[in-house]
C-alpha cells in the first residue's frame, strides 16, 4: 500500500466510511474509550495523527492513540487493534 498522509480529506473519508460502515466499532468506542455507557448516538467527526474524535450526542470526546500515527493505513491497523482491545461483554 502506498503512503497516504493523515489530512483533512483522508480524515473525511475515514469518518464517513467508519459511520456508514462501522458504526457498531464507533459506538463501541464511545462506550470502552470514552467511557459513556448510555447515549442515543455517535460519530466519528474527525481523525488526526493523535486522536480521533466522536460526537456523542451531545457532547464532543477526543480519543487519544497510544502513539502519533505516520500515515492512513496505520490509522486503519490502529482503529482495528483498538477495537480488538476491548473485552467481550
Same mark, same amino acid.
Do not use: G, H, P, T
Given at each position: 500500500?502506498?503512503?497516504e498522509p493523515i489530512n483533512q480529506e483522508s480524515s473525511l473519508r475515514i469518518c464517513n466510511h467508519m !459511520?456508514?460502515?462501522h458504526q457498531d466499532?464507533? !459506538?463501541k468506542y464511545a462506550e470502552y474509550y470514552g467511557k459513556i455507557k448510555t447515549f442515543r448516538s455517535a460519530k466519528m467527526i474527525s481523525l488526526s495523527p493523535k486522536y480521533i474524535k466522536l460526537k456523542v450526542d451531545e457532547k464532543?470526546?477526543?480519543i487519544k492513540f497510544d502513539h502519533i500515527?505516520?500515515?492512513c493505513?496505520?490509522?486503519h491497523k490502529t482503529l482495528v487493534k483498538m477495537i480488538r482491545a476491548i473485552p467481550e461483554k
Open positions: 500500500m502506498s503512503f !459511520n456508514k460502515d466499532a464507533v !459506538n464532543i470526546l477526543e500515527l505516520q500515515d493505513s496505520d490509522a
